[in-house]
């Protein structure tokens, strides 16, 4: 199920538990059409069991735009797929959503895949200011390392436990397969996606 499709929408959160199978922004672009989102907020928000949970999804070929979007404070049991951006779903055609401004921030919990995290983007549009910041994010089985996997994206970490290795190479290095520690990753803050007040809400659970 998405959570946003093409639509006005500011603020999803305020202890919102949300179960399987799937939510996410999107799905945007489909069949080369033109989608518009931003200023969406995720916060304080438990993700139980689902397939996945912060997930920004851009159909191949499609045109238009996904900014200012805030993932915070949340809380992961036993999610697949903790943090996903795709902004290439389902092929590579030339076109692509842009997908700029996005924040995940104070993440915490289990993941029940190895791959944790996923910023799979555009060659030739790439994905921009994307900011992860306080994620510890540990395996829901004991002693298995998690890896990440990006390319084409500008990243910037800073306390994130899962290294992240990221760029507009195309010679992409693979997944790391190694647990790292907590550790500041740059120099200098870089700030939050910011959206005006909200205006919409979802119920809560």
Same mark, same amino acid.
């Given at each position: 199920m998405d959570l946003v499709s093409s639509m006005p929408m500011e603020k999803v959160g305020g202890l919102l538990s949300?179960?399987?199978?799937?939510?996410?922004?999107g799905s945007l672009g489909r069949g080369g059409i033109l989608d518009k989102v931003q200023n969406v907020n995720v916060r304080h928000c438990v993700f139980t069991g689902t397939l996945c949970a912060a997930r920004i999804k851009t159909w191949s070929g499609g045109r238009g735009f996904a900014r200012n979007i805030v993932y915070e404070d949340i809380t992961l049991?036993?999610? !697949? $797929? #903790?943090?996903?951006?795709?902004?290439?779903?389902?092929?590579?055609?030339?076109? *692509?959503?842009?997908?700029? @401004?996005?924040? $995940?921030? =104070?993440? !915490?919990?289990?993941?029940? &895949? *190895? /791959?944790?995290?996923?910023?799979?983007? @555009?060659?030739?549009?790439?994905c921009d200011n994307i900011v992860m910041e306080h994620i510890d994010i540990t395996s829901s089985s004991p002693g298995t390392p998690l890896s990440a996997l990006c390319r084409f994206a500008h990243v910037v970490t800073r306390f994130v436990s899962i290294k992240i290795?990221?760029?507009? =190479?195309?010679? &992409?290095?693979? #997944? =790391? =397969?190694? #647990?790292?520690? /907590?550790? @500041?990753?740059?120099p200098s803050? *870089?700030? /939050? *996606?910011?959206?005006?007040?909200?205006?919409?809400?979802?119920?809560? /659970?």
């Open positions: 949300i179960s399987p199978p799937d939510q996410c922004v049991i036993n999610s !697949r $797929f #903790p943090i996903i951006i795709d902004q290439q779903y389902s092929g590579n055609k030339a076109n *692509a959503v842009k997908v700029s @401004d996005v924040t $995940f921030t =104070s993440f !915490r919990g289990t993941s029940a &895949d *190895a /791959l944790a995290i996923q910023i799979n983007c @555009d060659k030739t549009v790439g290795s990221c760029g507009f =190479s195309k010679n &992409d290095d693979p #997944p =790391s =397969s190694d #647990p790292q520690p /907590l550790v @500041d990753d740059a803050p *870089a700030p /939050l *996606a910011h959206s005006p007040t909200p205006f919409f809400s979802f119920p809560l /659970l």
